[in-house]
């Protein structure tokens, strides 16, 4: 049950981030084909910095749990084994330090933006705990990933995150063409 909470968590948090890139292209049209029409939004720069944000953070846990974020592996990919499980976790431990340490005082920082009832200084004058709340959910739903993937893999399994090896030249150009690259 855990598990499909925890899932379903990861994927609205995606889906969060693709309605966020959404609302940016909309007010980026908006914006710029708007102008000749005599349309203005005139805290559209705001809206779409904030969007950006919000897009930025949420899709965090999501690309990691799908194996798509920037991994460099020049150490860990030529341990094998025992060696190699250890690394990883002690590569998961760091990274959780580290993503604990920002989501708590991006929580934090939240926080005290609604409890000082801190207001944006652009055009348009909005809480800023509002639009701060899409990174730091973000940052917070990355951390559970983290620790999620930790206890995952110091129970012995294989990371989920990292995608099996290419076996055919087919799969590498097909992993360069999703990815982008």
Request: net charge neutral; aromatic share 12%; charged share 15%.
């Amino acid at each position: 049950m855990l598990r499909v909470i925890l899932d379903r968590l990861y994927l609205y948090s995606g889906y969060a981030a693709g309605g966020f890139m959404v609302a940016i292209f909309v007010l980026m049209m908006l914006l710029s084909a708007g102008r000749p029409l005599g349309i203005n939004v005139p805290a559209g720069d705001d809206l779409v910095s904030w969007c950006m944000a919000a897009m930025a953070f949420l899709g965090l846990a999501h690309t990691f749990r799908h194996g798509e974020m920037i991994r460099v592996g020049l150490l860990i990919d030529r341990l094998t084994g025992r060696t190699r499980h250890v690394v990883e976790i002690v590569a998961l431990i760091i990274g959780c330090g580290f993503i604990g340490f920002f989501a708590w005082h991006a929580g934090w920082m939240t926080y005290d933006s609604w409890r000082f009832h801190e207001k944006s200084q652009g055009v348009l004058v909005v809480p800023l705990w509002i639009p701060q709340l899409g990174y730091s959910s973000g940052i917070a739903i990355l951390f559970i990933a983290f620790v999620d993937e930790l206890l995952h893999v110091i129970t012995g399994g294989a990371p989920r995150y990292e995608l099996p090896k290419a076996t055919t030249a087919e799969e590498v150009v097909e992993r360069a063409i999703q990815s982008g690259v």
